[in-house]
């Protein structure tokens, strides 16, 4: 799959489109989703040029995969749902209906009643 250039979150990453930051490093960067589903509702981004996970594997380095695990952990603490829990999500490709074709973590938190996972139904 090539990667869109011009897909949404690379836009960001380049300065052309404003974001909330909440936290970045070397290899990831972290902001608030415009349309929040939770109180607490952040992505975490890598920088490089990866449309979904699989890309993202195949293609990081170690130390990028690294970087960008850390982002996550450092996100939640920093938004302060550590402690009360968060759940962690990457929608991958058409029955995810993953929207941005560059690869990224939502973070949910802030709220008790977030559900359990639950069987989808037909
Ligand atoms: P997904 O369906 O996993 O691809 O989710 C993409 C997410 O990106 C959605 O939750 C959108 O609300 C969010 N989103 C789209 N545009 C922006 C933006 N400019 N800034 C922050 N979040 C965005």
């Not at 052309?16 to 070397?26: F, R």
């Amino acid at each position: 799959m090539a990667y869109d250039q011009n897909n949404i979150f690379a836009r960001i990453l380049r300065g052309e489109i404003p974001c909330k930051k909440v936290h970045e490093n070397e290899h990831a960067l972290a902001f608030h989703d415009i349309n929040p589903q939770m109180p607490v509702h952040v992505l975490v981004i890598p920088k490089g040029p990866y449309a979904n996970l699989a890309e993202f594997n195949a293609k990081a380095s170690v130390e990028e995969m690294s970087a960008f695990m850390q982002a996550v952990a450092e996100t939640a603490k920093m938004v302060g749902v550590e402690d009360s829990g968060y759940r962690l999500v990457a929608n991958n490709g058409e029955d995810a209906h993953q929207e941005v074709p560059h690869f990224h973590m939502h973070i949910f938190g802030g709220r008790r009643i977030m559900g359990r996972m639950i069987k989808a139904q037909d």
